[in-house]
């Protein structure tokens, strides 16, 4: 129920703006239970996000929010981490926003490894902004830039992720909503730069243009597509969900702390 979360919303904020049948509220209440569950400081706590439909959703979460420029969320993430590693930092943003114009930040703050958890909200287009096709739109999938289909392959987020240096990442569905908030938990609890792709349907920018006729069938397609990590063989349309991968390495305002201290000793 809202009332046991209400406290982590600014409720005159409300409604939003979502489309009937989105499903960023849907991950907006993943995140917000996984914060309560972990029962975190609401104070030390910062949400930050870049431009798009997904990025709305600090203008209605009670934290210390930043809504900041198209594809730079990360880029003003990493300098509030590296100035005050103390505090809990979350960065929510679209398909477009982390793997388009924000894509380089995106690598670079896997490969520094910085203590960031990353929700990046994929609903296969760029549904704010006239519903052009984003580079985790499927092959084959109609937008407004690509109105006979998509020629291009999907980028696989994760798998960049984890070739760039992050060392958690993790996939659910708007369907798959507790399966969401646990994997939010966990990247958390990663002391490292962890991501969490969060599969979510645009019903009105991607759906009617891809023959879903409600919001409800495009939760079933997430029901019937999303495959738990584990089975051996995945269809051409079908997906991992869960932990994908998870890995060791130094978290950088933990070595950058230990740089200065050294220094402040003498040493050189």
């Known amino acids: 129920m809202f009332s046991e979360i209400s406290e982590y919303f600014r409720t005159e904020a409300l409604p939003h703006i979502w489309c009937p049948g989105c499903g960023i509220g849907t991950v907006m209440q993943a995140l917000v239970r996984a914060i309560k569950t972990l029962q975190l400081d609401q104070n030390n706590i ?31 993430a990493t300098g509030i981490k590296a100035a005050k590693p103390e505090l809990d930092v979350f960065v929510v943003m679209g398909d477009g926003d982390a793997a388009a114009i924000g894509g380089n930040h995106f690598i670079h703050a ?13 609903n296969s287009i760029y549904g704010m902004t006239g519903g052009q096709s984003s580079p985790l739109t499927p092959h084959d999938k109609r937008a407004t830039t690509s109105p006979y289909g998509n020629l291009e392959r999907p980028l696989q987020l994760l798998a960049v992720a ?19 908030t646990k994997v939010i938990i966990d990247a958390y609890n990663n002391p490292g730069f962890s991501v969490v792709e969060a599969v979510s349907q645009c019903p009105v920018s ?12 495009m939760l079933r ?46 040493e050189r």
């Open 162 to 180: 984890e070739a760039a240096g992050a060392t958690y990442g993790a996939r659910a569905t708007a369907y798959h909503n507790q399966l969401l």
């Open 46 to 76: 910062v949400v930050v996000s870049g431009i798009g439909c997904s990025s709305r959703m600090t203008g209605y979460l009670d934290f210390n929010t930043l809504h900041s420029t198209h594809g730079r969320a990360l880029a003003f």
């Open 221 to 266: 397609w997430q029901k019937e597509h999303g495959i738990m990590k584990g089975r051996q063989e995945i269809g051409d349309e079908e997906f991992l969900i869960g932990e994908i991968f998870r890995a060791q390495a130094a978290e950088y305002t933990r070595e950058y702390e230990k740089l200065r201290q050294r220094l402040q000793g003498g």
């Open 110 to 122: 896997a490969r520094r490894n910085i203590d960031l958890t990353v929700i990046v909200i994929n």
């Open 206 to 217: 991607y759906g009617r243009r891809n023959k879903f006729k409600t919001p409800a069938d």
